[in-house]
């Protein structure tokens, strides 16, 4: 499973910071880890109190974490102060050439809270800025990166004004934009990304929910317009299930909102209540044999002669937000009637709204994610296929 890095402070609240960036990881089926670089005291309303992590402390998580578990994507959210922006920047110069890494400029809470230094604007530029994959400010936050280039400018310009500043790629997000569009701009190619307003949504943590799920994309092998689209659409999608009563100002959003929504209570064995997801229909559940037929949804079975090209055993998986990957199906399709059985599986599949992916192995050993959109597309040496949600609005 890819590894995200989130280097970000603590929300006591519960909606951004490194918590809703570890929601947001489970979310797109990737294991999150942390560098907390500060704690807050903060809720809904205010933020009361920082206390910064020392800057060697937050080195040492970044390398506990390298060390050990790799590191597929990094995600830099709150970073406070200038100390901690150097030490973050040495530390990611240790990574793996070519590791992506999102940087999330948080300046200001939505509650309005400062969460970085005012003296520390101009070292994130300095230093963490060019060694960024891609930047995901939102209006206000890009006005300061681009200083006073950037006076007076919106959308395409705007973005263009924050990569002449010293970043490689921008994603201005459209929170606070008229209309609620996102512009990528990578390189001199251009891309609109527009999505659903939620006006009675909860927004609390929508930025670090947005480059959480666009580092996990990335993790996971999709290009930077794909991992775009897809962020923006989890993003959109967690604002529309927030959590608007909680608290007595902007709620958290809820970026598993369509999941626990799928949750009911069940008895457990002895007779206790427990809250348990609800399986999904032709999948097994955790823990049962591993075998199980799926369902005939196909829009059609595949004829009695039908041969495809794939002849080692495959296992078909679905990531499943807090249970990781659940088996669908598997079997060697070099027979039959399983061959059947994994072509209905695979229409049933992005039926639903799914996508496909086949781990890769790189050079160098990186840990990519192949998309396949047709069932022949599988390679013949594949041994997973993993299917995972397209976010709603999603292509």
Do not use: Y
């Not at 994130?124 to 206000?140: G, K």
């Not at 949504?201 to 990335?218: D, M, Q, R, V």
């Amino acid at each position: 499973m890819p590894v995200c890095l989130s280097v970000a402070g603590s929300d006591s609240g519960g909606g951004a910071g490194i918590q809703a960036d570890l929601k947001a990881f489970a979310r797109c089926g990737v294991h999150g880890t942390t560098a907390i670089t500060a704690l807050t005291a903060q809720n809904t309303v205010a933020v009361s109190r920082v206390l910064p992590v020392d800057p060697d402390m937050v080195v040492a998580q970044i390398e506990a974490v390298a060390s050990d578990l790799g590191v597929d994507a990094v995600k830099i959210g709150m970073v406070g102060s200038a100390r901690v922006i150097a030490a973050v920047a040495g530390a990611l110069d240790a990574l793996p050439a070519g590791t992506p890494v999102v940087l999330d400029p948080v300046m200001i809470a939505e509650s309005g809270g400062r969460l970085l230094d005012a003296d520390a604007e101009q070292a994130l530029v300095e230093l963490l800025l060019p060694r960024a994959t891609v930047v995901t400010p939102n209006v206000p936050e890009a006005h300061v990166l681009a200083g006073h280039a950037g006076d007076g400018l919106d959308g395409e310009r705007l973005a263009r004004a924050v990569r002449a500043a010293g970043a490689r790629a921008v994603v201005l997000t459209g929170g606070h934009r008229t209309e609620a569009t996102d512009v990528l701009l990578d390189g001199d190619d251009v891309l609109e990304i527009p999505g659903v307003r939620h006006p009675d949504g909860a927004a609390h943590g929508s930025g670090c929910t947005h480059s959480s799920a666009l580092a996990a994309h990335l993790a996971l092998g999709f290009d930077l317009r794909e991992a775009a689209r897809a962020a923006r659409a989890i993003a959109a999608d967690a604002v529309g299930h927030g959590l608007r009563g909680l608290g007595h100002g902007a709620g958290p959003v809820n970026v598993l909102g369509s999941a626990t929504a799928t949750c009911t209570p069940w008895r457990a064995p002895g007779g206790s209540a427990a809250l348990q997801p609800r399986p999904e229909r032709g999948a097994p559940a955790r823990g049962s044999p591993a075998r199980a037929a799926a369902p005939d949804r196909a829009r059609g079975a595949p004829s009695r002669g039908l041969r495809f090209a794939i002849i080692t055993a495959v296992r078909f998986l679905r990531m499943k937000p807090g249970h990781g990957e659940v088996l669908l199906a598997e079997g060697d399709v070099s027979v039959l009637d399983d061959e059947q059985r994994l072509v209905q599986e695979f229409r049933r599949q992005l039926d639903e709204g799914m996508w496909a992916a086949v781990p890769t192995t790189a050079q160098g050993g990186r840990r990519e994610a192949r998309m396949v959109r047709a069932f022949e597309e599988i390679p013949r040496d594949a041994e997973r296929v993993i299917f995972f949600p397209r976010a709603a609005g999603g292509r």
